[in-house]
């Protein structure tokens, strides 16, 4: 046997592993992460985005709308071509507001032979969710710059969107606390408890310059839109057109904040 099957399995089954680079926030079902906005909230981005289940919840197909880019987006034509009323809704483009942020580490419930831990008080033990870096073999807690999906309707992160937007309404930074969020239930039961923390200073550094046109570029490149007549583009295909496009949109905002309607 050419590989390990059991190491094959273990890598699908922690979020690090599960594409080259970790971009939007997520979390298994009853885990729960500490994190920090790194902008307040009107440093989220605006994207309209695909993101289509199939009946099992799992997901279908990520995509960035390409009328983020200016084009015709293959995606919407099919949800105008969608039979019933529940697919064209799901396959539509959804507004949402993409927000940085620090996840400083995540908890899980700890297993031991496919069973939850439990303490003297029968409450499941939880501990730090790791990943081992395949070079170095070292373990590594899962940590890093991830991207909140906000919508603020029929969303699994309503309630934090909420959360987020009545601390902003209130005069307060979002960026100057840290928040515990819970995640609960599975497929399109999901939903994301938020709970905050006091106000304190933030001393992690990320190595990159954290900025709203650094989100919206990353969701296109992370997850490209699917243009009408140009063929399927996959994750991570780098195409010089989409990145001219990326750098008109870019050097468009320099000149001018207000991009078309999009
Ligand atoms: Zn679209």
Known sequence: MAFNV???????SVEGARSTVPFFFRLGDTQR?????????????EVWFHKIYNPQGKFYVE???????GKKCQLCEDALRASDRKAKKDMTAKQMFMLPVWLYSIKTKKIDDGMAVLDENDNPVFEDLTYTNKETGEKKLVSGV????????ESSFA??????????????SIADRDFLIERHGSGTDTSYEPSKRNPSPFSVKPDFDVTEE???????????????????????????????????????????DTIGDF
């Open 6 to 12: 059991i190491d094959l399995m273990d890598q699908q």
């Open 33 to 45: 992460a500490s994190i920090r906005p790194l902008l307040n909230l009107d440093g989220a981005c």
């Open 63 to 69: 995509s960035t709308c390409a009328r983020v880019i």
């Open 146 to 153: 991830r991207v909140l999906q906000l919508m603020f309707k």
């Open 159 to 172: 309630r934090v969107a909420d959360t987020f937007r009545l601390m902003y309404k209130a005069g307060n």
């Open 214 to 256: 650094w989100v919206r570029q990353s969701c296109i490149n992370n997850y490209p839109p699917q243009v009408v007549s140009e063929g399927y583009r996959a994750r991570g295909t780098s195409d010089p057109a989409i990145d001219a496009i990326v750098q008109g949109v870019k050097n468009a905002q320099v000149a001018d």
